[in-house]
């Protein structure tokens, strides 16, 4: 099981990639670099990093890394952190945006025991270790958060049926702390996502108490043979009865 020092250990090491990442961008802009390379940059060092961190801190478990090749032995081990050096690359790219993140999650029997979701451009870290207080339900309308470019059928739909406003912003550890920080009520994406995608901030949602699952309502579970993952639903409780039976076929 997921020790208390595991907690503090993936805030930690998301946070240091963060500061990372900063670091990065500032460089480049520094020396005029091509920002069209700070993508790839970006998350060659973040891995790099992540991956020293975690076999110096982890040396006996598991990882799966967006940026790294698959080792199939995370499939029968008992301890699997599952990361994502830069969520968003695209507005990581983008200096001066703060829609991007870091994804550190630990899984443990398919399910995320442990999670953070470094905000970098924030300055700020959400973590399973403190979790996070919820805000009061929003008054006004349904706040949809969805893609910056594509909202997407999902979220198309819970506009369509339970009304509300789309609210457009960058990568999914965006959209998910969003609806933890009060800013968002409703996070519903199909289409293809992976388990780094999703794993740490459906980890830090849950621990904040918030509703996360697939659409249908079923549970997400990570470490799978193909971690394919193409659907997720983060929302606020009081609206996950609803927004489930809104996506039912989507």
């Known amino acids: 099981m997921a020790e208390?020092?595991?907690?503090?250990?993936?805030?930690?090491?998301?946070?240091?990639?963060?500061?990372?990442?900063?670091?990065?961008?500032?460089?480049?802009?520094?020396?005029?670099?091509?920002?069209r390379e700070l993508k790839d940059e970006g998350d060659r060092r973040s891995h790099i990093l992540l991956m020293g961190l975690l076999?110096?801190?982890?040396?006996?478990?598991?990882?799966?890394?967006?940026?790294?090749?698959?080792?199939t032995a995370r499939l029968t081990a008992e301890r699997v952190w599952i990361i994502d050096p830069v969520d968003g690359t695209?507005?990581?790219?983008?200096?001066?945006?703060s829609d991007w993140a870091v994804h550190v999650a630990l899984v443990e029997q398919h399910t995320p025991t442990v999670?953070?979701?470094?905000?970098?451009?924030?300055?700020?870290?959400?973590h399973t270790g403190q979790p996070p207080t919820l805000p009061p339900a929003n008054d006004?309308?349904?706040?949809?958060?969805?893609?910056?470019?594509?909202?997407?059928?999902?979220?198309?739909?819970l506009v369509q049926t339970l009304g509300g406003e789309l609210v457009r912003m960058g990568s999914a550890g965006a959209k998910s702390?969003?609806?933890?920080?009060?800013?968002a009520d409703i996070y519903a994406h199909t289409g293809g996502q992976y388990e780094w995608d999703s794993c740490a901030p459906a980890a830090v949602a849950v621990a904040a108490g918030l509703h996360a699952s697939r659409l249908?309502?079923?549970?997400?579970?990570?470490?799978?043979t193909n971690p394919y993952l193409p659907d997720l639903l983060i929302c606020r409780p009081?609206?996950?009865?609803?927004?489930?039976?809104?996506l039912r076929g989507v």
């Open 55 to 71: 076999a110096a801190g982890r040396p006996d478990d598991a990882v799966l890394s967006e940026e790294g090749a698959d080792d």
């Open 140 to 157: 006004g309308p349904l706040r949809i958060v969805c893609s910056r470019t594509r909202p997407g059928a999902a979220a198309d739909v």
């Open 115 to 126: 999670g953070a979701v470094a905000l970098p451009g924030l300055a700020t870290t959400f």
């Open 4 to 35: 208390p020092d595991d907690h503090r250990f993936a805030a930690d090491i998301a946070t240091q990639a963060g500061e990372l990442l900063l670091a990065v961008r500032a460089e480049f802009a520094a020396t005029g670099r091509d920002p």
């Open 90 to 97: 695209r507005e990581f790219s983008e200096p001066p945006r």
């Open 177 to 183: 702390m969003a609806i933890v920080r009060g800013e």
């Open 238 to 246: 009081e609206l996950a009865e609803r927004a489930i039976a809104a």
């Open 216 to 224: 249908d309502g079923s549970p997400l579970r990570y470490n799978a």
